[in-house]
């Protein structure tokens, strides 16, 4: 006896060409085409929620460093206090400091020189 794929065969021709929507040109509609777009843009988009990690940490360190010397400080020199005085506050905070509430973060700086 002959076995047909039709209804998995379709079912997942259906699905891959579902997630290539919005995609221009063949990429849209070809699944040959569309399977290579679809499997590269999942990769992309696993490699850069990794990335968007990295440059988070660095924009954080980048408004941290320019409230630290606003108040006469670097941010190395900062950080290295803020551990020393055994402050657990994280760069995502301090950043966040930094940027909208200027007089906190002076706070936090004059703590960490005293």
Same mark, same amino acid.
């Given at each position: 006896?002959? !076995? *047909?794929?039709? !209804?998995? %065969? ?10 290539? *929507? ?24 696993? !490699? %850069?929620?990794?990335?968007? *990690? ?9 408004? !941290? ?14 950080? %290295?206090?803020?551990?020393?005085? *055994? ?13 909208? %509430? ?13």
């Amino acid at each position: 006896m002959r !076995i *047909k794929r039709g !209804i998995g %065969h379709v079912k997942r021709r259906k699905n891959l060409l579902k997630q290539a *929507k919005g995609y221009r040109w063949g990429r849209k509609s070809q699944p040959k085409k569309a399977k290579v777009a679809v499997t590269k843009a999942l990769r992309y988009a696993y !490699i %850069h929620r990794r990335t968007k *990690k990295r440059d988070m940490r660095g924009l954080w360190q980048v408004r !941290i460093n320019a409230g630290a010397r606003l108040n006469g400080m670097t941010y190395s020199k900062l950080m %290295h206090a803020l551990k020393l005085k *055994k402050v657990e506050l994280d760069r995502k905070v301090l950043a966040d400091l930094a940027a909208n %509430h200027p007089e906190a973060f002076a706070a936090v700086v004059t703590l960490a020189k005293s």
